[in-house]
T-cell receptor, first 111, second 112 residues
Framework: SQQGEEDPQALSIQEGENATMNCSYK?????LQWYRQNSGRGLVHLIL?????REKHSGRLRVTLDTSKKSSSLLITASRAADTASYFC???????????FGKGTRLSVIA | NAGVTQTPKFRVLKTGQSMTLLCAQD?????MYWYRQDPGMGLRLIHY???????AKGEVPDGYNVSRLKKQNFLLGLESAAPSQTSVYFC???????????FGPGTRLLVL
């Protein structure tokens, strides 16, 4: 059963614009992770944010976490064509059952 | 470091045939995982292992078996393949349960 649900399912933007993807979940979490998957490839880890953190940055990526709303967002600034991929959030709940992945957001960045 | 590797990359099976998918990691990780990815379904956990000699069921374990005889290897077996097992299979590993997972490139399986 999926814990995290990404929104939107698909997003198409112009190069240079910012892209925002959201993830909502249902139960208390230990941490939330974002992954990227290029077409035909395995997933690559982007950022891990713990339940006691509110915001993390990595290069052009910014992740926020609002545990009161049970939601997270991933912002990609100044997007590039190479950012075209699917983005998944994954949650590790407080019961320490294995990581649960959402269905992903497909991002298309048009040059 | 090769990271996580998967063998084979692509396979076609007939219904009822058996096969084993091999996952290997060279990062000395304790935890290893097998997922399947189907269109519109995201990743679903099949089985996982928290250390050499251990295995546990995930969300969709039926029709699959696994073994972790060596720390660096995690095998996924299909005893009698069914068309519903047509999917892309990913292996992953992590140092600890709460930490980042590292994924292999995937195995595409088509069951006719």
């Amino acid at each position: 059963s999926q814990q995290g649900e990404e929104d939107p399912q698909a997003l198409s933007i112009q190069e240079g614009e910012n892209a925002t993807m959201n993830c909502s979940y249902k139960t208390s979490i230990n941490n939330l992770q974002w992954y990227r998957q290029n077409s035909g490839r395995g997933l690559v880890h982007l950022i891990l944010i713990r339940s006691n953190e509110r915001e993390k940055h990595s290069g052009r990526l910014r992740v926020t976490l609002d545990t009161s709303k049970k939601s997270s967002s991933l912002l990609i600034t100044a997007s590039r064509a190479a950012d075209t991929a699917s983005y998944f959030c994954a949650t590790l709940n407080s019961g320490n059952t294995p990581l649960v992945f959402g269905k992903g957001t497909r991002l298309s960045v048009i040059a | 470091n090769a990271g996580v590797t998967q063998t084979p990359k692509f396979r076609v099976l007939k219904t009822g045939q058996s096969m084993t998918l091999l996952c290997a990691q060279d990062m000395n990780h304790e935890y290893m995982y097998w997922y399947r990815q189907d269109p519109g379904m995201g990743l679903r956990l099949i089985h996982y292992s928290v250390g050499e000699g251990t295995t546990a069921k995930g969300e969709v374990p039926d029709g699959y078996n696994v073994s972790r005889l060596k720390k660096q290897n995690f095998l996924l077996g299909l005893e009698s393949a069914a068309p519903s097992q047509t999917s892309v299979y990913f292996c992953a590993s992590s140092y600890a349960e709460r930490e980042t997972q590292y994924f292999g490139p995937g195995t595409r399986l088509l069951v006719l």
